[in-house]
């Protein structure tokens, strides 16, 4: 177990529709981001947040939105959904101040149908 | 920004014979560089890291070795075991306090033949 907790685990919706991604980062970590994972595909960026600013942004779309609230848990709001918005979407959190692993969630599988 | 690339794509070995994979990045002020094991479905987890002061790091079977000079980093797997097969990712970032976003390589699917 990680420690950052990611929920919910699967979501299914139809296209058009808004969803909305929650994470949990491990006590202590103060920095979530963002990872967005295509089937068989690799991890791509989209956004960063430490303390509840925005730090870094990926390939982040218009549609998707994210914030770090004031106990450090995110969400990641994504609208206007489409098929290719399908794939597993993980959060992952790490201590600010040295480079340090990114530890992941066990992602949600978001399905557009 | 930084960009890591990834080589082989797909890589099959025998069991018991070693794997290589292997890595480039383009920022020399990278500094540390994780490497992440994921089987299918599942959460990437972190199998090992190195930073930039060391040149080599071994954790029983599994080792990884920095050319800064070259900026290119490698992962070794001596000894492979069915267990062994995933989907292998290199990674790369830089000390910059609240800003440690890595940057992935494109990932390795290891497959061990039994």
């Known amino acids: 177990d990680s420690g950052v907790t990611q929920t919910p685990k699967h979501l299914i919706t139809a296209t058009g529709q808004r969803v909305t991604l929650r994470c949990s980062p491990r006590?202590?970590?103060?920095?979530v981001y963002w990872y967005q994972q295509s089937l068989d595909q690799g991890l791509q960026f989209l956004i960063q947040?430490?303390?509840?600013?925005?730090?870094a942004k990926g390939n982040i779309l218009e549609r998707f939105s994210a914030q770090q609230f004031p106990d450090l848990h995110s969400e990641l709001n994504l609208s206007s959904l489409e098929l290719g918005d399908s794939a597993l979407y993980f959060c992952?959190?790490?201590?600010?101040?040295?480079?340090?692993?990114?530890?992941f969630g066990n992602g949600t599988r978001l399905t557009v149908t | 920004g930084e960009n890591v690339e990834q080589h082989p794509s797909t890589l099959s070995v025998q069991e018991g014979d070693s794997a290589v994979i292997k890595c480039t990045y383009s920022?020399?002020?990278?500094?540390?560089f994780p490497w992440y094991k994921q089987e299918l479905g599942k959460r990437p987890q972190l199998i090992i890291d190195?930073?930039?002061?060391?040149g080599e790091k071994k954790d029983q079977r599994i080792a990884v070795t920095l050319n800064k000079t070259a900026k290119h980093f490698s992962l070794h797997i001596t000894e492979t075991q069915p267990e062994d097969s995933a989907v292998y990712f290199c990674?790369?970032?830089?000390?910059?306090?609240?800003?440690?976003?890595?940057?992935f390589g494109t990932g390795t699917r290891l497959t061990i033949i039994p």
């Open positions: 992952a959190s790490s201590v600010a101040g040295t480079p340090s692993p990114l530890h």
């Open positions: 006590s202590g970590d103060l920095s």
């Open positions: 947040y430490y303390n509840g600013e925005e730090r």
């Open positions: 920022d020399s002020a990278s500094n540390y």
């Open positions: 190195i930073r930039s002061n060391v």
């Open positions: 990674a790369a970032t830089k000390s910059n306090f609240g800003n440690e976003k890595l940057t």
